[in-house]
């Protein structure tokens, strides 16, 4: 039922303000959280061989450009970018490691031939919002998840915008995917998928090989994905 798209639930255990409960909505939780202290701000000191890694549930918040890689390892956690901005020249922005209930937003990466996010096998109820991608091999890459929210991001000149490999149930909304070089949005293997008001511009930028196809969308060996 894609209507459970519209209910992603959060459970944060430590915001400052109150706590989460259960089954409580996504669009609760970034009220609650507009209204809550950050449980933890990010600086770039605050990297360990250029790494971040949160280890606990919590809402956390760049409080100044940073360079280099957060991965996220708990359940339950909120990652505001607080309007800053990630970059790394070696390796992706941020990673979700095969956990549950996070929420990414609201800022700016730039991944120079790496991927902006990379959610990994396993993950479950994610969710993207208000973030602005440049110069990556992928906007955002997600593989073998389920229960993925995109909203309002732009993934400018990536190789390609959006990439979901035997994903399901995703809506993907207001998303733009511009000067993408290969593709816009690309699903393989994928099911149950929905997207409303998303662009693929100008792609085929940077390509240098004219025989090579472009694609603004394409899904291949999937059902159910509605563009």
Not at 1 to 16: G, K, P, R
Request: include cysteine; glycine fraction near 6%.
């Amino acid at each position: 039922d894609l209507s459970l798209l519209f209910l992603l639930c959060f459970t944060v255990q430590y915001i400052q303000a109150r706590a989460v409960l259960s089954g409580e909505s996504l669009w609760s939780m970034q009220r609650l959280v507009t209204q809550a202290s950050c449980d933890v701000t990010i600086r770039q000191i605050d990297l360990t061989a250029g790494v971040f890694t949160i280890s606990n549930s919590g809402v956390y918040c760049l409080a100044e450009n940073i360079t280099g890689k957060i991965v996220i390892n708990a359940n339950n956690v909120v990652l505001d970018l607080n309007g800053k901005t990630v970059i790394n020249t070696s390796d992706n922005c941020v990673e979700v490691n095969g956990t549950s209930n996070a929420l990414i937003k609201n800022g700016s990466v730039i991944a120079v031939t790496n991927k902006w996010i990379s959610v990994l096998p396993g993950s479950d109820q994610v969710s993207v919002q208000e973030v602005t991608s440049y110069d990556c091999s992928t906007g955002i890459d997600i593989d073998n998840a389920t229960n993925i929210y995109v909203h309002a991001c732009d993934l400018i000149a990536s190789s390609v915008g959006v990439a979901f490999t035997n994903v399901s149930r995703t809506q993907v909304s207001d998303t733009t995917a511009s000067d993408s070089e290969l593709a816009g949005f690309l699903l393989d293997s994928s099911s149950k998928s929905f997207f409303t008001n998303c662009h693929a511009l100008n792609t085929g930028q940077g390509l240098t090989d004219q025989t090579a196809n472009i694609y603004g969308f394409l899904s291949t060996d999937g059902s159910s994905n509605i563009f």
